[in-house]
């Protein structure tokens, strides 16, 4: 099961575990447009249109799913959006329509699917957080913590069921091609900072979906049987350090 499935990374989950074989149920606020064009033979009553910020919606789409499949072995929790401004500038608004998406929606898309999993003592939770979870960006306020609301919440989940055989793990992606990124950095304004921030992604350019989207197939999968509770960082090596160009210097361009 995914949030945020109709595009960028809970997309290319979504693409992925179909790849995988697996049964893929999107949800998203939108309609299932880009699902239905790149999710090929998936049938349509596999999406639901739903805002993760309405717990009854969740609830009703997890009833009919487990009806339908007796079970759910994964959710990803890809529904996301950006937001902020300086704490000063940012009106109460803007701070809680960021935080009842990226937050609050975590919170009740896990609590939704939660019984389920209990039910049969096995589930993985990956929630998409971001590396603005960990470090701070210029005018990131609300996003930021969000971010790092996921990140803690994801924590104290893993602990919370891992008697219960149910992983909890988040990931923190760094700055990914998708059209949130683009709606953020398209413009003649945000150019320059879209040039230093690629900068500080240590391979000189930024992730793709795709490259998310392998993080969350390893942490669905048994080869991550281990690892709950963790956050993942899949960055680029954006968190790694400051670049400040010296590899150039030191041969290494
Ligand atoms: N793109 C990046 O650089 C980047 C980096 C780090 C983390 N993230 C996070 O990854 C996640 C996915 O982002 P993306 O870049 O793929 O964005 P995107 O805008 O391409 O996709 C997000 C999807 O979430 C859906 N959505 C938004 N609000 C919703 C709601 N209330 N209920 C249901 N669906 C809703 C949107 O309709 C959209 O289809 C977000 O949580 C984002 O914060 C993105």
Redesign the pocket.
């Known amino acids: 099961m995914v949030?945020?499935?109709?595009?960028?990374?809970?997309?290319?989950c979504a693409e992925r575990y179909a790849q995988e074989g697996a049964i893929v149920i999107g949800?998203?606020?939108?309609e299932a447009e880009?699902w239905k064009g790149s999710m090929q033979g998936a049938q349509d009553d596999l999406f639901f249109q739903?805002?993760?910020?309405d717990y009854e919606a969740l609830e009703a789409a997890v009833k009919e799913t487990v009806e339908r499949f007796k079970r759910i072995d994964v959710l990803v929790?890809?529904?996301?959006?950006?937001g902020g401004g300086p704490v000063h500038l940012l009106e109460e608004a803007e701070w809680d329509r960021v935080q009842?998406?990226?937050l609050k929606?975590t919170f009740l898309s896990a609590k939704a699917v939660l019984p389920s999993m209990m039910e049969q003592r096995a589930g993985s939770i990956v929630a998409?957080?971001?590396?603005?979870g960990i470090v701070g960006a210029e005018g990131g306020s609300t996003?930021n913590a969000s971010?790092g609301g996921v990140i803690s919440l994801t924590k104290n989940m893993a602990l919370d069921y891992g008697r219960l055989g149910i992983r909890v793990n988040s990931i923190?992606?760094?700055?990914?091609?998708?059209?949130?990124?683009h709606?953020i950095f398209d413009n003649e304004i945000m150019k320059p900072f879209a040039d230093r921030y690629r900068e500080q992604h240590k391979f000189g350019r930024?992730?793709k979906?795709e490259e998310?989207a392998g993080a969350a197939y390893f942490l669905a999968s048994e080869d991550s049987s281990f690892v709950t509770g963790t956050a993942l960082v899949v960055d680029g090596g954006f968190t790694a350090g400051h670049s400040v160009g010296m590899t150039a210097l030191l041969g290494l361009e």
């Open positions: 949030t945020g499935a109709g595009s960028g990374i809970g997309l290319a949800m998203d606020l939108n880009d739903l805002n993760v910020c929790t890809a529904a996301g959006i950006g009842s998406v990226n929606g998409i957080a971001s590396i603005e996003y971010k923190c992606p760094g700055l990914i091609e998708t059209p949130l990124y709606s930024f992730g979906p998310v």
